[in-house]
């Protein structure tokens, strides 16, 4: 794991979305595998300025978001693609038949999944990957003790995730119970993974995942064992690992 220390989330956002920038450039048609949540929110602003300058075209690339709330359709304010559509789809020249997100109402569950997983393995699987992690380890929707050969699949949030969730909602009633995610397996197939980590909150989760070993407990512990990861991580974040 190549680790980018940033003095702040400013400079985190620039440094993951220069990444994200450099991707494109090298191969125009990448596919992407996109995240939702506070930190990426920078990088996204970071990126759309870099477009509207006619720095980058997103014409040609696809990209598959991690997860997506299960009950909350598309228009939803608090569904992932309203996120995406306000942080980066709406201003950029990304073709709509171009980008992916799990139907979070969907009738059919175990086919939304499969299919899901079909498309992103007919696309030839994620050349990157940008990922946030939760306090708990999680990576996408895949809470502690996902199995590391899940593939997408539909999962109940950990009460703590929906606590932690709920800054987006009016209340924790609001918050879904269940999910669609990409699994652990779906995610260690991308070619170049990108995770970000910024702030206080996230610096005990850090340190656990920079010292101890792989383990189901902390998933985002199985990033050790890929070949191609990149954490850009601000000071806040590194502040409990020694
Ligand atoms: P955050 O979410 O970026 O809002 O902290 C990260 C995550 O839960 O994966």
């Not at 992407?32 to 970071?46: D, F, K, N």
């Not at 997860?67 to 306000?86: A, I, Q």
């Not at 050790?224 to 954490?231: A, D, E, G």
Request: contains cysteine.
């Amino acid at each position: 794991m190549k680790i980018i220390e940033a003095k702040d989330y400013d400079e985190l956002s620039k440094i993951a979305g220069d990444i994200v920038l450099a991707q494109i450039r090298e191969k125009h048609n990448s596919v992407l595998g996109l995240a939702t949540g506070s930190t990426p929110i920078g990088m996204y602003e970071y990126i759309v300025e870099a477009h509207k300058k006619g720095d980058i075209s997103f014409a040609a690339v696809t990209t598959f978001n991690l997860d997506e709330y299960v009950g909350l359709d598309g228009e939803h304010p608090n569904s992932y693609s309203t996120y995406m559509d306000t942080y980066l789809f709406d201003h950029i020249d990304i073709p709509k038949a171009n980008m992916h997100i799990p139907n979070g109402v969907a009738l059919d569950a175990e086919a939304e999944c499969t299919q899901y997983e079909a498309k992103i393995v007919q696309s030839g699987d994620i050349d990157l990957q940008v990922l946030g992690i939760g306090i708990d380890g999680h990576i996408g929707f895949n809470e502690p003790f996902t199995p590391f050969t899940s593939k997408t699949h539909l999962v109940q949030l950990h009460e703590t995730t929906r606590e932690v969730n709920q800054r987006f909602f009016d209340s924790l009633d609001e918050v879904p119970t269940h999910a669609y995610t990409m699994g652990i397996d779906t995610i260690m197939r991308s070619k170049h993974i990108l995770l970000l980590i910024s702030g206080s909150s996230k610096a005990e989760i850090v340190a656990r995942l920079l010292n101890e070993s792989v383990t189901e407990e902390i998933p985002a512990s199985v990033l050790k064992n890929h070949p191609h990861v990149t954490l850009v991580i601000d000071r806040d974040a590194l502040s409990k690992t020694k």
